[in-house]
């Protein structure tokens, strides 16, 4: 039975998890490390009061984000009555689902118990148990809890986020998000709208007019492309500001004879005619070349309905395509709120242009010379991007119209950007072709997601998102993800996890399972000073048929810390979801910070302490997989006292290690004072030495000495 309770999430965001690489050289399209995994994600309280729709990209170990900012929606109709007594009003716009910049009055979010968007799993949500400690708290972004999200086994796909609101000319809108966790289906997520005359102008349940009519509606959505915040904070502007999104541009295809595709689409273009001197396409990494923002991103249409009567696929659509600058009066929702205001909204909706091509194709694609002009980059980058429907007519209550749309991400693999920083090098003709081929793989990922709706034996498209849809037939579904325990343990970590081999197949109602894999992650972020180094790893597949739910790894070296995560794989070999049951430094959002490494036995004498990192420093901290301030002091007999003082001898911190399995003790960097100490050298000293039976352990105390650099 669907369970389903809810949660009050303000915002909406989706970011790619770039997956691992085996970094060689060469490029392993097997395994590269932006292989355009998508999520939503859910920063709650952002730009409070109204609803964010971002899209994020994740450079999976570091942190790099690439976001399309979804405005939301812009509604707009012609002779407007408010009432069947009311005057005419010959134009009236508004806005649905918006992120920002709001009109008060002019949507309505609908909610139960206070809810703006619920999300739903089609599986239970995995626990997580990390030295002995359920993670039940995890989320995936500032405090918002998915590991509490509800579960409904009838939605057609892995996960379900949806909301709706009212707006102020009686027209609601639904947008429902579906997302799926098979490996060759991550790097779409489809989003539909349906937009129902209810005859309701506000919040409440209350139908204001139950005789609304509505004539010329047209209607946005907008976004605008910010490709990477990394990669953006490395490109500074003459004033010394951090240019994210300053150089992100955007084009449309679709108006072209031949097009056999509809994308907005968004890419890190040249700054240098503005910001900067030197190239910057791709924001190349100043030591290496490699280029840190190669995605593209973009919102394809896949299916626009005639009218409220009429289902079939109406191939004009969108109507028009429109930029305009961030903020300013380019953008539509700035205009609304008054008569001139929303006419100006509705003539620029309804006016059938199209974005103009910014450069030649041919040359684009071969990477030549002047393939991009200065004009163009100069007045086109930074700008909101919004595709037009219309126009319809809803002739009454009840009536409605449905936009299935698909949000995509292309880019070339981590593996071959490093390859290209090296060889040929930014700027180099070479370089460009290979950094533009991401835009043909956007638009493969867009195909892919047209195709999962053709059902192939009767020959038809049906664009249908119910269970048992022709997409939720073409889509294999995943085996569940499993809940995950591992623990430290002497000289090993032990790494535990559910058994899902007699799991039933959505599709088929028949057990495939087929065996499991254990990843483990060594390196506490991805670092830029040494990119080819893995930041995660397989180290466990079982043999067909074994349904062994542990494995010890015992290729790990006391001192360091390990994150884990554990996957099932079906007999197609389709693998779950990576990221579900997973915990990985920082400490913030979603990944959460709790590691395990190997222990040794506690020490039966008193001898020389080993204090790791030392010295400690930022880059000691990469390179130890230690968390950032933590030094720990490793040695130790099974109970002793450690303090530590100052080079002028006083003391600083004392630590009581408690009778024990382990043989170290974890040190923050602060006084018992609670103040945080600076750089210099600083001495340890270990007495009141016990073993496990409570005698004292001869030999003591027992001196080191440590530096800090800050």
């Given at each position: 039975?669907?369970?389903?309770?809810?949660?009050?999430?303000?915002?909406?965001?989706?970011?790619?998890?770039?997956?691992?690489?085996?970094?060689?050289?060469?490029?392993?399209?097997?395994?590269?490390?932006?292989?355009?995994?998508?999520?939503?994600?859910?920063?709650?309280?952002?730009?409070?009061?109204?609803?964010?729709?971002?899209?994020?990209?994740?450079?999976?170990?570091?942190?790099?984000?690439?976001?399309?900012?979804?405005?939301?929606?812009?509604?707009?109709?012609?002779?407007?009555?408010?009432?069947?007594?009311?005057?005419?009003?010959?134009?009236?716009?508004?806005?649905?689902?918006?992120?920002?910049?709001?009109?008060?009055?002019?949507?309505?979010?609908?909610?139960?118990?206070?809810?703006?968007?619920?999300?739903?799993?089609?599986?239970?949500?995995?626990?997580?148990?990390?030295?002995?400690?359920?993670?039940?708290?995890?989320?995936?972004?500032?405090?918002?809890?998915?590991?509490?999200?509800?579960?409904?086994?009838?939605?057609?796909?892995?996960?379900?986020?949806?909301?709706?609101?009212?707006?102020?000319?009686?027209?609601?809108?639904?947008?429902?998000?579906?997302?799926?966790?098979?490996?060759?289906?991550?790097?779409?997520?489809?989003?539909?709208?349906?937009?129902?005359?209810?005859?309701?102008?506000?919040?409440?349940?209350?139908?204001?007019?139950?005789?609304?009519?509505?004539?010329?509606?047209?209607?946005?959505?907008?976004?605008?492309?910010?490709?990477?915040?990394?990669?953006?904070?490395?490109?500074?502007?003459?004033?010394?500001?951090?240019?994210?999104?300053?150089?992100?541009?955007?084009?449309?295809?679709?108006?072209?004879?031949?097009?056999?595709?509809?994308?907005?689409?968004?890419?890190?273009?040249?700054?240098?005619?503005?910001?900067?001197?030197?190239?910057?396409?791709?924001?190349?990494?100043?030591?290496?070349?490699?280029?840190?923002?190669?995605?593209?991103?973009?919102?394809?249409?896949?299916?626009?309905?005639?009218?409220?009567?009429?289902?079939?696929?109406?191939?004009?659509?969108?109507?028009?395509?429109?930029?305009?600058?961030?903020?300013?009066?380019?953008?539509?929702?700035?205009?609304?709120?008054?008569?001139?205001?929303?006419?100006?909204?509705?003539?620029?909706?309804?006016?059938?242009?199209?974005?103009?091509?910014?450069?030649?194709?041919?040359?684009?694609?071969?990477?030549?010379?002047?393939?991009?002009?200065?004009?163009?980059?100069?007045?086109?980058?930074?700008?909101?991007?919004?595709?037009?429907?219309?126009?319809?007519?809803?002739?009454?209550?009840?009536?409605?119209?449905?936009?299935?749309?698909?949000?995509?991400?292309?880019?070339?693999?981590?593996?071959?950007?490093?390859?290209?920083?090296?060889?040929?090098?930014?700027?180099?003709?070479?370089?460009?072709?290979?950094?533009?081929?991401?835009?043909?793989?956007?638009?493969?990922?867009?195909?892919?997601?047209?195709?999962?709706?053709?059902?192939?034996?009767?020959?038809?498209?049906?664009?249908?998102?119910?269970?048992?849809?022709?997409?939720?037939?073409?889509?294999?579904?995943?085996?569940?993800?499993?809940?995950?325990?591992?623990?430290?343990?002497?000289?090993?970590?032990?790494?535990?996890?559910?058994?899902?081999?007699?799991?039933?197949?959505?599709?088929?109602?028949?057990?495939?399972?087929?065996?499991?894999?254990?990843?483990?992650?060594?390196?506490?972020?991805?670092?830029?000073?040494?990119?080819?180094?893995?930041?995660?790893?397989?180290?466990?597949?079982?043999?067909?048929?074994?349904?062994?739910?542990?494995?010890?790894?015992?290729?790990?070296?006391?001192?360091?810390?390990?994150?884990?995560?554990?996957?099932?794989?079906?007999?197609?070999?389709?693998?779950?979801?990576?990221?579900?049951?997973?915990?990985?430094?920082?400490?913030?959002?979603?990944?959460?910070?709790?590691?395990?490494?190997?222990?040794?036995?506690?020490?039966?004498?008193?001898?020389?302490?080993?204090?790791?990192?030392?010295?400690?420093?930022?880059?000691?901290?990469?390179?130890?997989?230690?968390?950032?301030?933590?030094?720990?002091?490793?040695?130790?007999?099974?109970?002793?006292?450690?303090m530590i003082y100052s080079q002028t001898g006083d003391l600083l911190k004392t630590i009581e290690k408690e009778p024990g399995a382990s043989n170290y003790v974890l040190w923050n960097q602060y006084t018992d004072a609670g103040q945080p100490v600076v750089s210099g050298l600083y001495i340890v000293v270990v007495d009141q030495a016990e073993d496990k039976h409570g005698q004292p352990l001869k030999g003591g105390p027992v001196m080191g000495?440590?530096?800090?650099?800050?």
């Amino acid at each position: 039975m669907a369970v389903r309770s809810k949660l009050t999430l303000m915002t909406f965001a989706l970011v790619l998890l770039c997956g691992p690489a085996v970094l060689s050289g060469q490029e392993d399209d097997t395994k590269p490390l932006w292989n355009n995994k998508l999520r939503w994600d859910v920063p709650a309280g952002h730009y409070s009061g109204s609803l964010l729709h971002d899209i994020e990209y994740a450079v999976y170990e570091e942190g790099s984000r690439t976001i399309i900012s979804q405005w939301g929606i812009v509604l707009a109709a012609r002779n407007f009555k408010e009432c069947s007594s009311c005057d005419v009003v010959p134009y009236k716009a508004s806005q649905a689902l918006y992120k920002k910049q709001s009109v008060g009055d002019s949507y309505f979010p609908v909610s139960e118990e206070g809810d703006v968007f619920q999300k739903y799993w089609r599986d239970p949500f995995p626990d997580l148990w990390v030295l002995d400690v359920n993670l039940d708290n995890r989320n995936w972004n500032d405090g918002v809890l998915d590991r509490n999200d509800d579960f409904d086994e009838n939605i057609s796909a892995d996960q379900l986020v949806t909301g709706t609101a009212n707006s102020s000319i009686g027209l609601s809108v639904t947008q429902n998000a579906y997302i799926w966790t098979n490996p060759e289906f991550e790097d779409f997520i489809i989003v539909e709208y349906i937009l129902t005359n209810t005859g309701n102008y506000d919040a409440d349940a209350t139908i204001e007019n139950p005789d609304n009519q509505l004539h010329e509606v047209y209607f946005g959505l907008q976004s605008a492309s910010q490709v990477s915040s990394l990669g953006g904070q490395l490109v500074v502007s003459e004033n010394g500001g951090i240019m994210r999104g300053n150089d992100d541009w955007i084009d449309y295809y679709g108006d072209q004879p031949g097009d056999s595709l509809k994308v907005i689409y968004g890419w890190d273009g040249d700054a240098h005619m503005t910001f900067a001197s030197e190239f910057d396409e791709a924001d190349p990494l100043a030591f290496t070349g490699q280029p840190l923002s190669p995605q593209y991103i973009g919102r394809a249409l896949l299916y626009a309905q005639t009218s409220p009567t009429d289902l079939t696929n109406d191939t004009n659509q969108p109507v028009t395509t429109h930029f305009g600058h961030w903020g300013s009066e380019g953008n539509l929702i700035v205009r609304t709120g008054t008569v001139e205001g929303d006419g100006s909204v509705h003539g620029e909706l309804s006016s059938g242009t199209h974005i103009p091509e910014p450069f030649d194709p041919t040359a684009w694609a071969a990477g030549e010379e002047g393939a991009y002009s200065d004009a163009y980059a100069t007045d086109k980058h930074l700008k909101t991007a919004t595709l037009a429907f219309g126009p319809y007519e809803f002739t009454a209550v009840g009536q409605s119209v449905r936009i299935v749309t698909c949000l995509a991400v292309g880019s070339i693999s981590f593996a071959r950007a490093i390859q290209l920083g090296l060889n040929p090098g930014p700027g180099t003709a070479a370089y460009l072709q290979a950094i533009r081929s991401g835009r043909d793989s956007l638009f493969a990922a867009v195909s892919k997601a047209k195709r999962a709706f053709y059902d192939a034996q009767a020959g038809i498209w049906d664009f249908s998102l119910e269970k048992g849809s022709v997409i939720d037939r073409n889509i294999k579904d995943p085996l569940p993800v499993p809940s995950v325990h591992y623990n430290s343990e002497s000289g090993h970590v032990r790494i535990s996890w559910q058994d899902v081999s007699q799991e039933l197949d959505h599709d088929t109602g028949l057990p495939d399972w087929a065996g499991y894999r254990v990843y483990r992650r060594a390196a506490p972020q991805f670092d830029l000073n040494n990119p080819t180094v893995d930041v995660l790893e397989m180290i466990y597949e079982s043999e067909s048929g074994d349904t062994t739910t542990h494995y010890e790894d015992n290729d790990v070296t006391v001192g360091r810390n390990y994150w884990y995560m554990v996957t099932a794989f079906d007999q197609d070999g389709i693998e779950s979801h990576r990221f579900l049951n997973r915990a990985t430094p920082g400490g913030t959002g979603y990944e959460t910070n709790q590691s395990a490494g190997p222990l040794m036995p506690p020490a039966d004498t008193l001898q020389q302490v080993v204090i790791v990192p030392n010295p400690y420093h930022t880059h000691a901290v990469r390179l130890s997989e230690l968390s950032l301030n933590e030094l720990k002091f490793f040695n130790l007999p099974w109970a002793c006292r450690v303090m530590i003082y100052s080079q002028t001898g006083d003391l600083l911190k004392t630590i009581e290690k408690e009778p024990g399995a382990s043989n170290y003790v974890l040190w923050n960097q602060y006084t018992d004072a609670g103040q945080p100490v600076v750089s210099g050298l600083y001495i340890v000293v270990v007495d009141q030495a016990e073993d496990k039976h409570g005698q004292p352990l001869k030999g003591g105390p027992v001196m080191g000495k440590f530096v800090i650099i800050r």
